[in-house]
T-cell receptor, first 112, second 113 residues
Framework: RKEVEQDPGPFNVPEGATVAFNCTYSNSASQSFFWYRQDCRKEPKLLMSVYSSGNEDGRFTAQLNRASQYISLLIRDSKLSDSATYLC?????????????FGRGTSLIVHP | EPEVTQTPSHQVTQMGQEVILRCVPI?????FYWYRQILGQKVEFLVS????????KSEIFDDQFSVERPDGSNFTLKIRSTKLEDSAMYFC???????????FGPGTRLLVL
């Protein structure tokens, strides 16, 4: 069965800490990779796409290792507002559609 | 900023009843999706819709489910005869022609009693 695996956590860190999340995927044909953020009882919201060369958006850095089928997200200088569940999402293209598979998410709690 | 909207925000129904969940995707988007998330579990793909037809569906999307785009703005998910296990949050999402980013609506929380 094709899956996306994440450590559910929770990761409990103080403000200002650096925290890293990992994700592995089993379908080597996967083409697109994303990190989404989901607050409690809310919809997923795109945090960032993940590219093979790695990409950074402010305090957030995402890396993709296709050979190991592994994706990571690094959050530097954690803020209280970063507390959320972080979803790893892997997509296959089928026709014009991108069919995503979601991981169960990693819970992050940032405390004062 | 344009956004996906969904109605109702909450729906309570009796087992065996039909429900229709409604979504208004972002206006210039062409690809539409339904997902569900059972409480405490992961988001699961149900169906994708493009050019007025289903383009992909998961094994969850059985004969009890159907989707429709009845006019130029709405995108609906119908569950014909609800079961207890259909209780979940249902998210609609849409995507433009270019790019892969899907924008999610706020969801409809369905409770089947």
């Amino acid at each position: 069965r094709k899956e996306v695996e994440q450590d559910p956590g929770p990761f409990n860190v103080p403000e200002g800490a650096t925290v890293a999340f990992n994700c592995t995927y089993s379908n080597s044909a996967s083409q697109s990779f994303f990190w989404y953020r989901q607050d409690c009882r809310k919809e997923p919201k795109l945090l960032m796409s993940v590219y093979s060369s790695g990409n950074e958006d402010g305090r957030f850095t995402a890396q993709l290792n296709r050979a190991s089928q592994y994706i990571s997200l690094l959050i530097r200088d954690s803020k209280l507002s970063d507390s959320a569940t972080y979803l790893c999402v892997v997509s296959l293209q089928s026709g014009g559609s991108y069919i995503p598979t979601f991981g169960r998410g990693t819970s992050l709690i940032v405390h004062p | 900023e344009p956004e996906v909207t969904q109605t109702p925000s909450h729906q309570v129904t009796q087992m065996g009843q039909e429900v229709i969940l409604r979504c208004v995707p972002i206006s210039n988007h062409l690809y539409f999706y339904w997902y569900r998330q059972i409480l405490g579990q992961k988001v699961e793909f149900l169906v994708s819709f493009y050019n007025n037809e289903i383009s992909e569906k998961s094994e969850i999307f059985d004969d009890q489910f159907s989707v429709e785009r009845p006019d130029g703005s709405n995108f609906t998910l119908k569950i014909r005869s609800t079961k207890l296990e259909d209780s979940a949050m249902y998210f609609c999402a849409s995507r433009g022609e270019k790019g892969e980013t899907q924008y999610f609506g706020p969801g409809t929380r369905l409770l089947v009693l």
